[in-house]
């Protein structure tokens, strides 16, 4: 009996050191994995012991070197020449006065944020990730103002209706009404054009940072 589960032991522990791939972390970490991909930015695996878990990843920057079932061996240096191509460079932004610009195609500011965001936060710089966080508080600052204007006139005119039937002294209330939800509706317009400029200019700035850092 005792010969039967040492042979099965045996057996079980050829074939998984066998049928592995192994990564070493810079923090001489090993990691029993299946190889799935490998990008600029991160290396996609799968939990040896685990096949149908989910999908992993860990930074290229933190791999030291891979050893594949096979033997195949990739350094650090290996897999920065290897990953170095597949930032091609029309995968950069253009960015031209207050435009930019992908594949030789203009884009909205909205469409360059949410490219920027898809991005693994991880991998940013802290000056990348302080501009997309100004650029989304600029963001919020503009809905805000573009609510409250038409809101403010809204309300204006609601209150101007009130008494407007009212004694004719309280007509000149009825114009104050008006005129001051006009007015908070006119600066709300301006103060959230002044946002969306500020916001583009901030994502426009990320967009730089973005392309120095793939």
């Known amino acids: 009996m005792i010969k039967t589960l040492a042979f099965v032991f045996f057996i079980s522990y050829a074939l998984s050191a066998s049928g592995q791939d192994t990564i070493f972390t810079l923090s001489e970490e090993r990691l029993l994995v299946r190889v799935l991909e490998i990008s600029a930015t991160e290396v996609t695996y ?15 920057g ?11 061996e990739e350094t650090l240096f290996q897999l920065k020449e290897k990953t170095a191509a597949s930032v091609k460079p029309h995968s950069l932004f253009v960015i031209e006065g207050r435009h930019i610009a992908l594949n030789n195609v ?11 965001l898809q991005r693994d936060v991880q ?14 508080s600029k963001k919020t600052g503009q809905i805000a103002f573009n609510i409250l204007g038409p809101t403010a006139l809204v309300g204006g005119l609601y209150l101007a ?33 002044v946002y969306k400029s500020v916001k583009n200019n901030r994502i426009r700035k990320a967009a730089l940072l973005y392309n120095s850092e793939i």
């Open 46 to 60: 799968k939990n040896f012991y685990n096949p149908d878990g989910i999908l992993r990843k860990v930074g290229s």
């Open 62 to 72: 933190q791999v030291k070197r891979i050893v594949y079932e096979n033997g195949k």
């Open 106 to 116: 203009d884009i909205t500011h909205k469409e360059a944020m949410k490219m920027m």
């Open 123 to 136: 991998q940013n710089s802290e000056d990348l990730n302080l501009a997309l966080i100004e650029a989304e």
């Open 161 to 193: 209706r009130r008494n407007r039937y009212n004694d004719p002294r309280e007509k000149l209330r009825s114009k104050a009404f008006i005129i001051s939800g006009l007015s908070v509706c006119v600066v709300s317009l301006v103060a959230a054009q």
